[in-house]
């Protein structure tokens, strides 16, 4: 993900935001990547510089909050029992099966 996108923060405090831990943090050059865990073990990866990172202070297990402005969000459908192949939509699917949509 772009880091002009999301903020890694050690508080909460919108609705568009993820509690996470710090699985471990990799720095290339001007820029550090930190893999984070979040509930039911999906993992996120970040890139974000040093700047934004140093007062942080990231550690194995620290939690913190991920969040992002509510325009650069994207709700997908989720349709149960129909795969997607090359070439179809997800409205042609939607039209014969169930359709749910997960929030993040």
Do not use: D, Y
Not at 1 to 28: D, K, P, W
Not at 30 to 37: M, P, Q, R, S
Not at 70 to 92: F, Y
């Amino acid at each position: 993900m772009t880091g002009s996108i999301f903020r890694i923060s050690v508080q909460g405090g919108n609705f568009n935001c993820l509690e996470a831990a710090v699985v471990g943090e990799e720095f290339i050059g001007a820029a550090g990547i930190v893999h984070l865990e979040v509930e039911h073990g999906l993992e996120l990866s970040a890139q974000k510089s040093h700047a934004e990172l140093e007062h942080l202070n990231l550690s194995p297990g620290s939690k913190v909050w991920f969040s992002w402005p509510a325009g650069a969000a994207h709700v997908l459908p989720i349709i149960t029992g129909l795969p997607l192949t090359r070439g179809s939509s997800l409205s042609e699917k939607a039209r014969g099966g169930s359709q749910e949509q997960r929030h993040f």
